[in-house]
């Protein structure tokens, strides 16, 4: 498993967890919506598409997004941010998977409109510390 895989799976998310996923676009303002049904995806985050309409307008007008997570462990807060591009997978593969990862941990209360589908280009730790921040 690469190192961008496994810093990835620090992303998954049911929405039955502690912490939320934060994905942030720009489009006319910079708009910032918190997420929770995340896949990763070999090196690649699939996020369900359930209630953030402006986000999905924002990619569709600009791909560039920044995606963050932290969480509190047991030594102290962790978490990394990705910068990279979207795209919105309406059907396929991403969409077909995230649809049934969503029905299952929802119950069947929720079923995503599309998959949000976001290629890492650079990654960043947000461990608190001094020093170098970017890792990929």
Do not use: Q
């Amino acid at each position: 498993m690469s190192e961008l895989s496994e810093i990835l799976r620090f992303f998954e998310n049911n929405c039955k967890k502690d912490f939320l996923v934060w994905i942030a676009t720009y489009a006319e303002e910079v708009h910032l919506a918190p997420v929770c049904f995340v896949l990763s995806k070999e090196d690649k985050l699939v996020i369900a598409y359930n209630f953030v309409k402006k986000t999905v307008e924002n990619i569709r007008k600009n791909p560039r997004v920044a995606v963050g997570v932290a969480k509190r462990l047991e030594e102290g807060f962790d978490g990394y941010l990705v910068k990279g591009r979207a795209e919105i997978h309406e059907e396929g593969e991403f969409f077909e998977e995230i649809k049934r990862f969503v029905e299952e941990e929802s119950g069947g209360k929720r079923s995503p409109k599309a998959a949000i589908v976001v290629y890492p280009e650079k990654v960043y730790s947000l461990k608190p510390g001094e020093g170098k921040k970017r890792i990929i």
